[in-house]
Every structure is written in C-alpha cells, then in structure tokens.
C-alpha cells in the first residue's frame, strides 16, 4: 500500500507541476468554455482524456509502443491549440456535440499520455510488477486533473456571475490566451522534428 501511495502522490504532484504546464493548458482549453452547472459533462471530459493517457502510458511503460519523443513533445502543443480553436470557432454561448468532445479528449488522451510515459519509466526503474504502480500513477493525475478542473470552474463562476462578464467573452479570452502560448510551444518543438 506505501508503493500505491508514493505513486497516486506522484500522479497528483506530476499534473500540478508548472513545469508541465502543457498539461494544464489542455485541461484549462478542455473545459474552460464550462460553468460550474456543467460539473458531470467536464467530469466525463476529463475522465475520458485520462482514460485515453493510461492506455498509452500503459502501453509505452510496457514497452509495447515506442513513439519518438520529439514527435510527441509537438504532438502535445498540437491538441492544444485544436482544442483552443474549437472553442474560439464556437459561435454558440453553450457548447454543443460535447460526445464530438468526448472523442477528442480521448483521442488528445492517448497522445499526452506518450509524454508522461517518460517520467513514468524513469521512476519505475526495472521494476517489473508495475500493475499497482500504472494505476496509482493514472489516479493521482485524475486527481490532480479534477483539482485543476475545480479551479477552473469556480473562477468561471466568479467571472460570470459576481463581475458578470459574458460566458463567451470568458471563452473567447482564456481560448486565445491559450491558443498563443500553444502556438509559440509547437513552433518551438518543430525544429526538433525536422
């Protein structure tokens, strides 16, 4: 149980960490255009991105996949900034084909998880029952991930109901917020792949 505990801890810790701040943004241009009366829908968000990072966590910690690194330190950037458009394209006050969202958060799932597959290996060592470990790691970056999430919405809250700014101009500011920093981040890791 103290292996499960160290793990679930350094799951949390990982996600909550500014220098993988990429990780944040994603969350943040996930469910940034949500109010605190869409809790379950960015729930199942959230939970469907975490279910697409431990398959290929999993995976490549098994050794089972092997991408290059560079190609996925681009990739990350990439589903940011599609993310981030999407919410700036959506005209509509309230965000519609969220099973379209659903999709994607898994689909960008399986890509962020190839980038925490490194700091994952790099813990494990040879270990080689890693079964608990896998999934105490998945948990604490869920946790973490709804933490994120929480904070997220209770600013929303804040915003749009205290100092009454407009849901889609919250919207629009944090998704081109992100979409400028996601830009500058993948223009950066492309001379890494080229």
């Known amino acids: 149980m103290?292996?499960?505990?160290?793990y679930f801890n350094?799951?949390?810790?990982?996600?909550?960490?500014?220098q993988g701040y990429d990780h944040i943004l994603f969350l943040l241009a996930l469910c940034g255009m949500y109010t605190a009366a869409d809790w379950k829908k960015v729930l199942i968000l959230v939970t469907?991105?975490?279910?697409?990072?431990?398959?290929?966590?999993?995976?490549?910690?098994?050794?089972v996949v092997s991408i290059n690194t560079a190609l996925?330190?681009?990739?990350?950037?990439v589903t940011i900034l599609i993310t981030a458009s999407a919410n700036i394209l959506s005209k509509k006050q309230k965000p519609k084909n969220i099973?379209?969202?659903?999709?994607?958060?898994?689909?960008?799932?399986?890509?962020?998880?190839?980038?925490?597959?490194?700091?994952?290996?790099?813990?494990?060592?040879?270990?080689?029952?890693?079964?608990?470990?896998?999934?105490a790691f998945n948990l604490g970056?869920?946790?973490?991930?709804?933490?994120?999430?929480t904070g997220v919405l209770i600013i929303s809250f804040v915003l749009i109901w205290f100092v009454k700014i407009k849901r889609w101009?919250?919207?629009?500011?944090?998704?081109?917020a992100i979409f400028g920093i996601s830009f500058i981040m993948a223009a950066e890791r492309l001379s890494a792949i080229l």
């Not at 350094?10 to 500014?18: A, E, N, V």
């Not at 398959?55 to 490549?60: G, H, K, N, V």
């Not at 996925?72 to 950037?77: K, M, N, R």
């Not at 101009?169 to 081109?176: A, G, K, R, T």
């Open 10 to 18: 350094l799951g949390w810790h990982h996600i909550l960490d500014w």
């Open 48 to 63: 469907a991105f975490t279910i697409g990072h431990s398959i290929t966590l999993a995976l490549s910690v098994l050794n």
């Open 99 to 135: 099973r379209l969202k659903y999709t994607f958060a898994l689909c960008f799932g399986l890509i962020h998880g190839m980038g925490f597959s490194n700091y994952l290996k790099s813990l494990l060592g040879k270990s080689t029952s890693i079964i608990t470990e896998l999934l």
């Open 72 to 77: 996925i330190e681009f990739l990350i950037p």
């Open 141 to 149: 970056l869920e946790f973490g991930q709804v933490i994120i999430v």
């Open 169 to 176: 101009d919250w919207n629009f500011f944090l998704s081109s």
């Open 2 to 6: 103290e292996d499960f505990s160290l």
